[in-house]
């Protein structure tokens, strides 16, 4: 019984953690616009802020551990790149004002970039795919490579579906006669 109750404690402690990986950046931006205190100018307060990016450093580091085990050792500079495309795209997008930037799509884009940046990151560096099976450089991620477009436009090539294969290939021409002979046969 015990041993069933630690499963299911395991089971649910997975499922939680399956459900809030990936967004580390952007629950710590949410967070520090929620929480945080704002001056006059719009301006965030610095300790309140800069304790929640730890948080979210934190986060990464529980979300990813290999990756952050490879990064603390100097084998992950993908990381390294991640960060690098985050700030680049708040020096971009920023108003000025850190009350404005927490209500912009842009500046909120930026962060979800750097979640899909920081997976595509950990699948390079602690899963070891390369970086094109991991789409680090698509665009999505921050990089500069297009994500590969989804052309529903264009009829399947034969290989890629079973169903239209069988459909519009030689064995349903056969079935077709096959069912006709059938037909002919019993009448």
Request: charge should be negative; charged fraction near 25%.
């Amino acid at each position: 019984m015990l041993n069933r109750i630690f499963l299911i404690g395991l089971v649910i402690v997975a499922l939680s953690a399956i459900s809030f990986a990936g967004s580390c950046a952007l629950d710590s931006f949410t967070k520090s616009c929620n929480e945080c205190s704002f001056d006059e100018s719009g301006k965030m307060d610095k300790e309140c802020y800069e304790a929640i990016q730890e948080a979210g450093t934190t986060c990464l580091a529980s979300t990813y551990p290999m990756m952050s085990i490879k990064y603390a050792m100097g084998s992950c500079p993908h990381m390294d790149e991640c960060v690098n495309r985050l700030s680049t795209c708040k020096e971009l997008f920023k108003t000025g004002s850190d009350a404005r930037d927490c209500n912009d799509i842009a500046m909120i884009e930026c962060f979800k970039t750097a979640d899909r940046c920081a997976e595509a990151s950990n699948k390079v560096c602690a899963e070891g795919k390369t970086e094109d099976e991991a789409g680090f450089n698509n665009v999505s991620a921050g990089g500069t490579v297009p994500d590969e477009p989804v052309d529903e436009s264009k009829p399947p090539r034969p290989g890629e579906d079973p169903l239209h294969d069988f459909v519009c290939g030689d064995a349903f021409l056969l079935v077709g006669l096959f069912i006709l002979a059938v037909f002919v046969k019993n009448e």
